[in-house]
Nanobody, 121 residues
Framework: VQLQASGGGLVQAGDSLRLSCAASGRSFARYFMGWFRQASGKERESVATINLSGSVTNYAGSVKGRFVISRDNVKNMVYLQMNSLKPEDTAVYYC???????????????WGQGTQVTVSS
């Protein structure tokens, strides 16, 4: 599967932003999906993950209650709705896919190219 993330940009603290990830191929529904981020000088971290049907999600503690991951298996899309953004959310955001559940310790097999999110204070 090939992934292409989009939707990043420069916003102010408290604003919202929605990231999108388009997946190629006809087997999208077989892949668990996730969003990761990497801030400058820091290690990449898991932000949110979602199961095959979209019925189960998991979030990093730092974004729980502010971010929502969702997927559309008809459109082959996964989204990350980010609300109440904070300067510490500034990072390059990546979507990822794997045939197995993506945990915070996972190394997914497939990655998108990343989209920059910058939150000014």
């Amino acid at each position: 599967v090939q992934l292409q993330a989009s939707g990043g940009g420069l916003v102010q603290a408290g604003d919202s932003l929605r990231l999108s990830c388009a997946a190629s191929g006809r087997s999208f529904a077989r892949y668990f999906m996730g969003w990761f981020r990497q801030a400058s000088g820091k290690e990449r971290e898991s932000v949110a993950t979602i199961n095959l049907s979209g019925s189960v999600t998991n979030y990093a503690g730092s974004v729980k209650g502010r971010f929502v991951i969702s997927r559309d298996n008809v459109k082959n899309m996964v989204y990350l709705q980010m609300n109440s953004l904070k300067p510490e959310d500034t990072a390059v955001y990546y979507c990822a896919a794997d045939l197995n559940w993506i945990s915070s310790a996972s190394h997914p097999s497939y990655w998108g190219q990343g989209t920059q999110v910058t939150v000014s204070s």
